[in-house]
Nanobody
Framework: VQLQASGGGLMQAGDSLRLSCAVSGRTFINLSTAWFRQVPGKEREFVATIFRSASNSYYADSVKGRFTISRDNAKNTVYLQMDILNPEDTAVYYC???????????????????WGQGTQVTVSS
């Protein structure tokens, strides 16, 4: 499975940005997908996940109400719409996928078998 994240950039506080992650190599509908982020010197942090059925999505408290995860099964792509960005959102954002994720593990990076290369999001104040 290959994941290709894109859409990062340099933004200002209050801006909106949409990240994309194109998935190939395995039937997309069988994969649950997620976004994590990481800043230097810190552990990779869970942002959001959406299950393969697209019926359930979950968010970190820090982004709830501002970020929206979605997926387009026809395009094999998962998105992260980020609104009301603030400087604390600055990080490298990674998309991840798993065919076996369960609810109790969605915030654990090790539970995801497949990862993209990351895209940098920088938010200035």
């Amino acid at each position: 499975v290959q994941l290709q994240a894109s859409g990062g950039g340099l933004m200002q506080a209050g801006d909106s940005l949409r990240l994309s992650c194109a998935v190939s190599g395995r039937t997309f509908i069988n994969l649950s997908t997620a976004w994590f982020r990481q800043v230097p010197g810190k552990e990779r942090e869970f942002v959001a996940t959406i299950f393969r059925s697209a019926s359930n999505s979950y968010y970190a408290d820090s982004v709830k109400g501002r970020f929206t995860i979605s997926r387009d099964n026809a395009k094999n792509t998962v998105y992260l719409q980020m609104d009301i960005l603030n400087p604390e959102d600055t990080a490298v954002y990674y998309c991840a996928a798993s065919s076996t994720i369960i609810l109790s593990s969605i915030r654990t990076p090790e539970a995801y078998a497949y990862w993209g290369q990351g895209t940098q999001v920088t938010v200035s104040s």
